[in-house]
């Protein structure tokens, strides 16, 4: 049998392990405001689930969980136009999680290069869950049958692997088009953020200083100092984008610049062309603070009333399981189980 064709519908999650970097705000939960106005359907899920494949201690996962429900919402993301929740509160993200374990072959495990690096020399010590990790990806997406699903680019693979479930469930069952094929939505000038004093690497919430990250809890002063103390080179702003070449830290500036003000890193140049560091590091520091201060201060009046940011995220597990119930109660009786 061939399924109906797919209305778009669009799905993302982050992980509630830890504080959140300016690294998820440009590349992830900025872009997704944005998706939010333009027409298609939006859930946004802090992946609580996801987060426990490695130890997690319980109070710092509640904190963390509603701490990234409070980023989405200073950030913009509006419950009364997108399905905003935690993963864990809709059941079926384990129930078509499970499914998929047995649709998934452990040779498509072993390429998933997330788990190598994370898992790394003592694979053998990881837990279960984090191996299994991109198959409960796979039904965070395809229980609301979502056809993008913007990430980062680290995460590509893992929205492919997505594809290949869906395919082999659709053939196996012989239920041609059930599950969709999703498109990961990779693009913006910021979409990977670099460490402030070393631009090879990722900028990360688990970095050693706290001088290479924006934390999106900082206030106004540390994000102006941060910026002000990033590294860079001794050259100044080039004339031209080819310039920036080679030259990491001065790169990352530029994007995110560009990704703050929403301009391509050409403008940017065009802008500041021959512009030395003295003058450049302070623009982008008002810039950013102008940015992100508002929204670091309205997480801590949301952090003040955590029932009310438990309240908004059961409103839309709801929404959420509306969505989910036929399509888990369809795909039940295309496996055959009795109900
Ligand atoms: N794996 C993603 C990350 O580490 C988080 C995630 C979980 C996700 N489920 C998802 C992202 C579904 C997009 C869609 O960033």
Same mark, same amino acid.
């Given at each position: 049998?061939?399924?109906?064709?797919?209305?778009?519908?669009?799905?993302?999650?982050?992980? $509630?392990?830890?504080?959140?970097?300016?690294?998820?705000?440009?590349?992830?939960?900025?872009?997704?405001?944005?998706?939010?106005?333009?027409?298609?359907?939006?859930?946004?899920?802090?992946?609580?689930?996801?987060?426990?494949?490695?130890?997690?201690?319980?109070?710092?996962?509640?904190?963390?969980?509603?701490?990234?429900?409070?980023?989405?919402?200073?950030?913009?993301?509006?419950?009364?136009?997108?399905?905003?929740?935690?993963?864990?509160?809709?059941?079926?993200?384990?129930?078509?999680?499970?499914?998929?374990?047995?649709?998934?072959?452990?040779?498509?495990?072993?390429?998933?290069?997330?788990?190598?690096?994370?898992?790394?020399?003592?694979?053998?010590?990881?837990?279960?869950?984090?191996?299994?990790?991109?198959?409960?990806?796979?039904?965070?997406?395809?229980?609301?049958?979502?056809?993008?699903?913007?990430?980062?680019?680290?995460?590509?693979?893992?929205?492919?692997?997505?594809?290949?479930?869906?395919?082999?469930?659709?053939?196996?069952?012989?239920?041609?088009?059930?599950?969709?094929?999703?498109?990961?939505?990779?693009?913006?000038?910021?979409?990977?953020?670099?460490?402030?004093?070393?631009?090879?690497?990722?900028?990360?919430?688990?970095?050693?200083?706290?001088?290479?990250?924006?934390?999106?809890?900082?206030?106004?002063?540390?994000?102006?100092?941060?910026?002000?103390?990033?590294?860079?080179?001794?050259?100044?702003?080039?004339?031209?984008?080819?310039?920036?070449?080679?030259?990491?830290?001065?790169?990352?500036?530029?994007?995110?610049?560009?990704?703050?003000?929403?301009?391509?890193?050409?403008?940017?140049?065009?802008?500041?062309?021959?512009?030395?560091?003295?003058?450049?590091?302070?623009?982008?520091?008002?810039?950013?603070?102008?940015?992100?201060? $508002?929204?670091?201060?309205?997480?801590?009046?949301?952090?003040?009333?955590?029932?009310?940011?438990?309240?908004?995220?059961?409103?839309?597990?709801?929404?959420?399981?509306?969505?989910?119930?036929?399509?888990?109660?369809?795909?039940?009786?295309?496996?055959?189980?009795?109900?």
């Amino acid at each position: 049998m061939t399924e109906a064709a797919h209305t778009p519908r669009v799905f993302s999650g982050i992980k $509630p392990s830890g504080g959140l970097t300016l690294g998820n705000y440009l590349g992830a939960i900025k872009r997704w405001v944005d998706m939010q106005d333009q027409g298609m359907e939006t859930l946004y899920c802090v992946v609580d689930m996801h987060a426990i494949t490695v130890w997690q201690d319980p109070a710092a996962l509640t904190h963390a969980t509603r701490e990234v429900a409070a980023a989405f919402i200073a950030s913009g993301i509006d419950p009364a136009k997108s399905i905003l929740f935690n993963q864990s509160m809709v059941s079926g993200h384990a129930e078509l999680g499970w499914i998929f374990n047995c649709v998934a072959r452990v040779g498509w495990m072993n390429r998933m290069t997330q788990f190598k690096d994370k898992a790394g020399k003592s694979a053998e010590k990881a837990s279960l869950g984090l191996y299994a990790y991109p198959s409960l990806m796979a039904a965070d997406i395809l229980l609301y049958h979502a056809t993008h699903v913007p990430v980062g680019e680290d995460q590509k693979q893992h929205v492919e692997l997505t594809r290949d479930i869906a395919a082999k469930f659709n053939h196996d069952y012989k239920c041609d088009n059930f599950f969709p094929a999703p498109e990961p939505v990779i693009e913006g000038p910021a979409t990977r953020v670099m460490n402030l004093r070393d631009g090879s690497k990722k900028m990360s919430k688990s970095g050693a200083s706290d001088m290479e990250r924006i934390n999106m809890t900082d206030d106004a002063d540390t994000i102006a100092k941060k910026f002000k103390k990033a590294r860079t080179d001794p050259d100044g702003l080039p004339d031209t984008l080819e310039g920036l070449q080679g030259r990491a830290e001065a790169r990352n500036l530029v994007d995110i610049y560009a990704g703050l003000s929403n301009q391509s890193p050409e403008a940017v140049i065009a802008e500041y062309a021959g512009a030395g560091w003295g003058r450049f590091k302070p623009a982008l520091a008002d810039l950013a603070v102008d940015k992100l201060a $508002p929204i670091s201060t309205e997480m801590k009046r949301l952090m003040d009333d955590p029932a009310e940011i438990d309240r908004v995220l059961r409103h839309g597990a709801d929404q959420a399981r509306a969505i989910a119930e036929p399509i888990l109660a369809r795909t039940r009786e295309i496996v055959g189980f009795v109900s």
